[in-house]
């Protein structure tokens, strides 16, 4: 049941009305300053409302923050064990220590060092240069164009 509450909070917390409602909470406590002559009281009640809202919107954003996580996680876990070429390893890598997980990253290093950088990366700059020449050309381009020209005749 909590957790039922939990995921509908975070839905409805971030939607629009919720946000409408909050700047009209807000617009009304302000409307209603003169009528209680600005006093501490006035002031300390929406400092105290929106103390317990954000309060419990923590812990509504770090439970919604774990679902998604979670839901990533076993996506990526799924496409692991589908791929032939992936290790099965690493499913489940989350639960490594953070000493584990560096001396991973560690071994990564050492292979991207290994691989031939600039080759790839040419190809790349290649492939996007061709893509703009396919475009049609941006106005400053068009501008660039026509001033050279003018400047030409």
């Not at 919107?57 to 589908?82: C, G």
């Not at 390893?89 to 691989?115: A, C, N, P, Y």
């Not at 990366?121 to 660039?144: G, T, V, W």
Request: net charge negative.
């Amino acid at each position: 049941m909590v957790h039922k509450f939990s995921h509908w909070l975070s839905r409805f917390t971030g939607s629009t009305f919720a946000f409408a409602l909050a700047i009209v909470g807000v617009l009304v406590w302000l409307l209603t300053g003169p009528y209680f002559h600005f006093s501490n009281t006035w002031l300390v009640s929406i400092a105290t409302i929106t103390d317990v809202i954000i309060f419990l919107m923590i812990f509504s954003l770090q439970s919604s923050e774990n679902r998604n996580s979670k839901s990533i996680q076993l996506k990526l876990n799924e496409l692991i064990t589908a791929n032939q070429k992936a290790r099965d390893s690493f499913v489940g890598l989350e639960e490594m220590t953070d000493e584990e997980i560096e001396e991973l990253d560690q071994q990564f290093q050492k292979l991207l060092d290994k691989l031939e950088k600039p080759g790839a990366m040419h190809k790349l700059h290649d492939s996007i240069k061709e893509e703009k020449a396919k475009r049609r050309p941006s106005f400053y381009q068009q501008a660039e164009d026509l001033l050279g020209k003018i400047i030409k005749e």
